[in-house]
Nanobody
Framework: QVQLVESGGGLVQPGGSLRLSCTASGSIFSINTMGWYRQAPGKERELVATITSRGRTNYADSLKGRFTISRDNAKTTVYLQMNNLKPEDTAVYYC????????????????WGQGTLVTVSS
């Protein structure tokens, strides 16, 4: 069984910064892509950023320049550095892992974390 555990959410003032972390656990052999999505109240879940095992990144156009995604050398932890946060960034941020291969040859197409709440407010 693969689990994703997020941390780092909380309350921050406009213009502030937060760093989210997400660590995958389980008998993981490799993870193709890890990323972050978010869902604001009353809205659909949307892409924030993704990063492949080779380090290729993809960002939502509206977030380029403020958010930075990175991944640790073991490739099982992904980070999201969020700068100059705005009230409209308020949302539950979900970690996602795609193409998760575990020992025994099983591949999980997609795994989601439970989400971490980010609130940007003065």
């Amino acid at each position: 069984q693969v689990q994703l555990v997020e941390s780092g959410g909380g309350l921050v003032q406009p213009g502030g910064s937060l760093r989210l972390s997400c660590t995958a656990s389980g008998s993981i052999f490799s993870i193709n892509t890890m990323g972050w999505y978010r869902q604001a109240p009353g809205k659909e879940r949307e892409l924030v950023a993704t990063i492949t095992s080779r380090g290729r990144t993809n960002y939502a156009d509206s977030l380029k320049g403020r958010f930075t995604i990175s991944r640790d050398n073991a490739k099982t932890t992904v980070y999201l550095q969020m700068n100059n946060l705005k009230p409209e960034d308020t949302a539950v941020y979900y970690c996602n892992a795609a193409g998760v291969a575990v020992t025994g040859g099983v591949v999980y197409v997609e795994v989601w974390g439970q989400g971490t709440l980010v609130t940007v407010s003065s």
